[in-house]
């Protein structure tokens, strides 16, 4: 089952899921007349078990895609012959995408040989294998998180309380992510500005006045040697804004 088909699914039974729970609710205090009996509000019952319906699958769900991909290259890779296996890193490389698109219905870049045909065939194979497993995995998920949800929901049951602190967590948990993944990104800039300044005074780019960034800089770089004056871009830059502005402006 293809993996868009697979959240929609999800997000069908998390609906219905939603409609059960709120029904429970209803159903406990003698009907929607009732519902001040209840600590939350029967959407809160509704939504409490829809989390447990949707929330685990997901995180499963996502799980299993950040890792699916190297254990099924890593056991094609383990059916290559030894000498394929022990390609430089960079041809086997070449090797495997040549698998995955020979799998996949699309052009190879090289002659295909009986290994290669029969690692395609492997990896089509462990594909299908680990799209059935998802699928029974994720709804079967589903399933025990809404059967669960749907027998723990009680008049007593602080629904409020407990879907607000899952919405509380995922908020905390997104704005940490956030705010690592910018500092990472500034760390990245400053360590190759670094790496960039070691090579290259910072007098010669704030006033040099030659763009030709053909320098290798790095190790795995190829590149003659170039010049990393800025005035040029900053002078081009100041070009395209002042003939943008004769545009707009009138």
């Not at 400053?190 to 070691?198: G, N």
Request: aromatic share 8%; glycine share 6%.
């Amino acid at each position: 089952m293809h993996y868009t088909t697979l959240i929609l699914l999800l997000a069908i039974l998390t609906s219905l899921a939603y409609q059960l729970g709120r029904r429970r609710s209803h159903t406990l205090v003698g009907g929607p007349t009732r519902v001040r009996q209840l600590h939350s509000l029967p959407s809160y019952y509704g939504f409490y078990t829809a989390i447990w319906c949707g929330l685990p699958a997901l995180l499963v769900l996502g799980i299993w895609l950040i890792f699916e991909p190297n254990i099924i290259t890593s056991l094609v890779v383990a059916e290559l012959p030894e000498a394929t296996r022990n390609l430089p890193e960079a041809e086997l490389g070449l090797v495997i995408n040549d698998i995955k698109n020979l799998a996949a219905g699309n052009i190879v870049s090289t002659k295909i040989g009986p290994a290669i045909q029969a690692a395609a065939d492997h990896l089509q194979s462990l594909e299908r294998t680990s799209a059935a497993a998802l699928t029974v995995l994720i709804l079967v998920l589903a399933m025990l998180g809404t059967s669960y949800a749907w027998r723990f929901i009680s008049p007593e049951l602080r629904a409020r309380n407990r879907v607000e602190g899952v919405l509380k967590a995922l908020l905390i948990t997104s704005s940490t992510i956030a705010i690592f993944t910018t500092i990472g990104i500034v760390l990245s800039v400053l360590f190759e500005a670094l790496r960039f300044f070691q090579q290259i005074p910072l007098s010669e780019f704030l006033f040099g006045l030659t763009w030709s960034p053909q320098m290798a800089i790095r190790a795995d770089q190829v590149g003659s040697s170039g010049a990393f004056g800025s005035i040029p871009l900053f002078a081009g830059t100041l070009l395209i804004s002042f003939i943008a502005m004769l545009v707009a402006v009138p």
